[in-house]
């Protein structure tokens, strides 16, 4: 297999799970419904949470989710979830390590250190999550509920994860949940559905400054895309399924439409073309990917990739590969748009300044 790109792997890195455990904890109350879209998910069970009455029932992409009573006791799975629980005020009993934009080594980004330093807690246990889901230290930590809406958990891994504890899974696409959605759900699970509603408006806020501050970038097509720096011969990009390219119209920029085709095609979060059909992409005004300092001069010289325009014209952001502001990004959460807004959208500014 060819080697991913670091915010790649780790996104990934959950559906690696190769046997499950035996494991006893908290027995669930769980049903087989159908898939459920973003929208039914976030509505479902708002009533009971919002007064902070259980049971709340949750639909999403694997079933249907009972959560019988306020949870005290919770668990955070693979990216954004455990940001979206302390935003809420809500420290979990157990998250993931993050090792990719962590640059202190403690497998802890800045954001959520400052953030149980606001709530005067000490950091939970940390799940390591590089070869998979570890089900027995999550069965360690003793949640009372399990929450994954920002994932790509397979069916067998919500099974499982549900021995242990009441789980709210993706509503719709594996790796697809919106920023929104991700608090939003992780917010009725916990009973507190019009703080997630706050939450979100506060957020929105801030994305509406940062794009006024930086007006250049309105109506700007962009495509959030990876190029391996060992072989050129493809050109990878994140759907429209992904929290990157929405993250892209929040900001008031919108998807070519190439993007969109290419995206209408399939149901995953990530894909690739060859760079032979690079051209695909001449309706791109400014493209995001991740690298070092010299990537953008290699995709210039590059024959094919060369002549994307966005590429020839240097309209091109560079994330240093395994930065914080990356890992800010890969995808957005309640801690990192505070965080990282403004300066990301500078940066699009300062793209933008060379199509003109």
Known sequence: MRLLSLPLRRTLAVCATSALLALTGCASSESTGGSAGS?????????????????????????????????????TIVWSNHDAALALGVVPVGIPKQAYGDQDGDDVLSWTTKKLTELKADTPALFDESDGLDFEAIADTRPDVILAAHSGISKADYTTLSEIAPTVAYPDTAYGTTWRDTVRLDAEALGLAAEGDALVASLEKTIDEAATSHPTIAGRTALVGYFDPKDFSTVGYYTTHDARNQFSVDLGMKYPASLTDLSAKTQEFYATLSAEKADVFDDVDIIVTYGDDKLLARLQKDPLLGKIPAVAKGAVVVLADNSELAAALSPPTA??????????????????????
């Open 39 to 75: 929208s039914d998910a976030a509505a479902s069970g708002s009533a009971s949470a919002d007064t902070g009455a259980f049971p709340v029932s949750i639909k999403h992409a694997l079933g249907t989710t009972v959560i019988e009573k306020k949870p005290t006791r919770v668990a």
């Open 335 to 356: 801690l990192t748009i505070p965080a990282v807004t403004d300066e990301y959208a500078g940066l699009l500014a300062d793209a933008a300044a060379n199509l003109t």
